[in-house]
């Protein structure tokens, strides 16, 4: 018989009024997810989502990895479905799981029992299923204190399941709960932290990345696309705007006093960031800043760059240490790909002596110049929307 996925919600099952919403969408997310690997039934049944396969041909290992990484899922398993009644869940155990069994030294059962018509208790079920199993597997002793090895049996309404331990799912709230922001991805290490984060609060998530060319090269936008494409793994799929933001950081190196220049530059980016997420229905805008990293990530500095923009900033990552995100972006699978050793623009034209406490007064002068609005504008004309998806291609 076959083998179907059971995913456990988190947070979802607390949100008393938003519940139906929140079950729609996270339904909606896995099949979504499931889709490349075959066609399976996707359902929801106390505050579990059932994956059923519905075709021999479907990629079951591969839906499997891929369910790992759903947002609003607190543990999954893959279990054996079988009749409401004790020998089918004795036969089930024994095909399915008497090879795990056999390996361990001890175990014990566990029961749930949702549908109350069921005769036996939970405790029964266990007690039962778990003297029938100790027979059959002589070298592996009952101990229900700490057993090597854990048997579940759930009762549920159509049908009883019997699985091995769970694992851990991917958490957060399900992609789309949460709105929709802009986030500024670079090729550094942090802005896809920053994404895979907020997308983890139930946020769908669309991207700018300001480009340079030529003074950064097509390998280093490859780069920005892949590091979103490997975010997409999370948060699904998402739009990548590409800005040419060339003329403005010439524009600033030739009429801007130098040691103003990244304060200037990011109060572009932050105001043209800010246009295109109104114009895709973004209400937020995310950003990789860490307090203290670097000059331009004083408060101050957030404060002078932050002035240009009317929607809120969400910063996951400004109290944390370098090597709490270094070791997210490990998990994630975005490390690897962010210290490939491409140029940013904003390591063009960085000033020697940067600014680190600036007024809003002192960089409205700076900046002054400057005709801002035909920039923004000609920037924007400029504007590439490349989407991306994790099946896509690698592109490095
Ligand atoms: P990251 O590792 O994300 O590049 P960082 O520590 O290098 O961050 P900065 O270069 O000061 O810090 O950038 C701070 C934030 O500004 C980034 O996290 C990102 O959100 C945004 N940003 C920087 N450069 C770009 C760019 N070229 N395109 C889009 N956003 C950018
Ligand atoms: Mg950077």
């Known amino acids: 018989m076959k083998e179907i996925f059971l995913m456990k919600l988190g947070e979802v099952v607390l949100k008393g009024a938003n519940k139906r919403q929140f079950e729609g969408r996270l339904r909606q997310n896995v099949r979504r997810r499931m889709k490349p690997y075959g066609d399976f039934d996707v359902y929801i049944m106390q505050s579990t989502v059932y994956v059923e396969p519905m075709e021999e041909t479907c990629d079951v290992d591969g839906a499997w990895e891929a369910a790992h990484s759903i947002f609003g899922v607190v543990s999954l398993c893959r279990c054996r479905p079988c009749e409401k009644n004790l020998d089918a869940i004795f036969d089930a155990c024994q095909a399915y799981l008497g090879e795990d069994l056999d390996c361990a030294k001890s175990f014990k059962v566990e029961s749930k029992r949702s549908d109350k018509q069921f005769p036996l ?10 003297a029938r199993l100790a027979d059959a597997h002589p070298d592996c002793q009952v101990d229900v204190h700490h057993p090597e090895y854990t048997v579940y049996v759930e009762v549920r309404d159509f049908a009883a399941y019997v699985h091995g331990p769970a694992e851990p799912g991917a958490g957060g709230l399900p992609t789309g709960v949460g709105g929709r922001a802009m986030c500024l991805l670079s090729g550094g290490i942090d802005s896809p932290v ?8 139930g946020m769908e998530i669309e991207a700018v990345h300001f480009f340079s060319y030529p003074y950064t090269s097509q390998l280093a936008k490859d780069k920005v696309l892949e590091l979103a494409r490997l975010v997409t793994r999370y948060s699904g799929r998402m739009t990548v705007n590409v800005v040419s933001f060339t003329e403005i950081q010439e524009a600033i190196r030739d009429n801007c006093p130098e040691e103003f220049f990244t304060l200037i530059m990011r109060r572009f980016m932050m105001e043209i960031a800010m246009r295109l997420a109104k114009g895709d229905g973004c209400g937020a805008l995310i950003t990789g800043e860490n307090l203290g990293q670097v000059a331009s990530q004083t408060m101050e500095a957030m404060t002078v760059t932050g002035a240009v923009v009317d929607i809120p900033i969400f910063m996951p990552l400004v109290g944390m240490d370098k090597e709490e995100i270094v070791t997210i972006a490990r998990k994630i699978g975005t490390l690897e790909t962010s210290i490939l050793p491409y140029e940013d623009c904003c390591t063009v034209f960085t000033p020697k002596h940067p600014k680190t406490k600036p007024t809003l007064g002192q960089v409205l002068h700076a900046e002054q110049k400057l005709n801002r609005e035909a920039l923004i504008e000609r920037a924007l004309a400029s504007v590439e929307k490349i989407k991306v998806a994790y099946h896509d291609e690698a592109l490095l």
């Open 121 to 130: 208790t939970s405790i029964g079920i266990s007690q039962e299923i778990g």
């Open 194 to 201: 920053a994404a895979y984060m907020m997308a983890k609060r």
